[in-house]
């Protein structure tokens, strides 16, 4: 019965993967009755990288329009997809809600999954919306409807893009630990709303474990290039490697917190700091140093291997980038062609890359069989078939690896003989992550400090009372 909803949801989570470099970090999802909770922040694509990540079939919540749609409407009932009734698309539907809770308790008294987003909407903002009730009613709903015995797994997911408007940048989908709420029993029955919002509580906790939050975007900016520079001051990451988004995301979220801590405490600071750590990303800028940066030295024995090892895989590839490029080329250019033509809302660019890439893959992939069969005749068509999406990605592959190359290449180039620009480099990178090292020692003993004062004030607030 889940053969073609596993299918669609399969060739939909593929395709996301191939619009962005996606990597999954977590523990794998657990059995039985399940709620996948995640932050929204970029409309339809959000559950394709929870499908492409997932290990279970998790059923959507979406918003009541969708359905209306002739295509998409249709593939998200068929996944099993559950109508949510927004007072911003319909307040006169709202009512059919109780629909929904409905269909949602019991899919999980069933043992299934069910994919929410509390936020309730797709945004760009620099944090986490304020949360809906609405996942927490539900999962209080399916255990009081099990006489709490039901064992629901609550598991928070956090999605985080780099350029979200732009295909083959990174995304990271970061699964939390699971957790439960049979343990609110008697709060629900004494006061269920207090529950409600314990649970959603509990909820944004576990979303904000998995996600980066700041106040201003524009930091945003700033905690990339300040951990950038300092994992590679410190060592921690070798010059001109290019990691993955999920694996730096644990020092990206620790720069975060290290910049609302400052924006608290010393806001005239982190006003200074915004400012050095600009002066470096600008220059870096003018140099097109990109997420590499800029080594102090360039080594004879790394710099001839990098040259041999990337020069040999680029010339052995060429053939086969070239017959690729000349099968996909009109495909790769469609989606920006339809972008420029609908001009849709940032928030849904992606979506629409998305859907022009898939239409323009299909199409051509049907013609390269069609054109095989007419050559060779079914076994022309078989051929056809395989080689053309092999052909596609490979040649993807040696693009990127090219321009890596060429970054690379053309960066060590204009450092040649400019010993001058290493050296400030290498100031400022120096003076900037001993700043982020004083800084941070300084925030642990706050914290510290924090922490014994409200021991103090309950020691003494017991012993008053006693």
Known sequence: MDRIPRLITGIAGGAAALFYRVDRHGPALPDGPLLVTANHPNSLLDPLLVYRCSERLTRPLARA???????????????????????????????????????????????????????????????????????????????????????????????????????????????????????????????????????????????????????????????????????????????????????????????????????????????????????????????????????????????????LARGTVLLLGLPFALAGALLWAPVARFPAFVVRRTGPDYEITATHKLVALMTGVIAAWALWIL??????????????????????????????????VRQDTSLFLRLQGRPDLRRRFAVLRSELARTFDLLEERRRKHELHADARDDNVSVGGGNGAG
């Open 65 to 307: 329009p969708l359905f209306d749609q002739r295509l998409l409407g249709r593939l998200i009932r068929t996944i099993g997809g559950i109508p949510v009734y927004r007072r911003q698309d319909d307040p006169d539907a709202m009512h059919r809600n109780e629909d929904m809770f409905r269909e949602a308790v019991s899919v999980l008294l069933d043992g299934g999954a069910i994919q929410i987003y509390p936020e309730g909407k797709s945004h760009s903002g620099a944090q986490l919306a304020t949360l809906r009730t609405g996942a927490a009613r539900i999962a209080l709903l399916a255990e009081e409807r099990a006489g709490w015995r039901l064992g629901l797994s609550i598991v928070p997911v956090g999605i985080t893009y780099s350029r979200k408007e732009l295909a083959r940048t990174a995304a990271a989908v970061r699964f939390g630990t699971a957790f439960g709420c049979a343990d609110l029993r008697e709060t629900y029955r004494d006061n269920p709303a207090a529950a409600v919002r314990e649970l959603t509580d509990r909820i944004e906790a576990g979303l904000r474990s998995q996600t980066l939050n700041l106040t201003d975007y524009r930091d945003r900016v700033l905690v990339e290039v300040a951990e950038q520079l300092y994992a590679r001051q410190r060592r921690q990451v070798p010059w001109r490697a290019r990691e993955r988004l999920g694996t730096r995301f644990p020092r990206l979220q620790r720069f975060a917190a290290g910049v609302e801590w400052l924006r608290r405490t010393a806001p005239e600071e982190l006003a200074e700091l915004r400012r050095k750590v600009g002066e470096y990303a600008e220059l870096s800028e003018r140099l097109r140093a990109g997420e590499g940066d800029v080594p102090s030295r360039y080594a004879l024995g790394p710099v001839a291997r990098y040259a």
């Open 371 to 404: 054109t095989g069969y007419a050559i060779g005749g079914l076994w022309g068509a078989i051929t056809a078939g395989a080689l053309a999406p092999v052909s596609g990605y490979t040649t993807l592959r040696w693009v990127e690896l090219a321009n890596e």
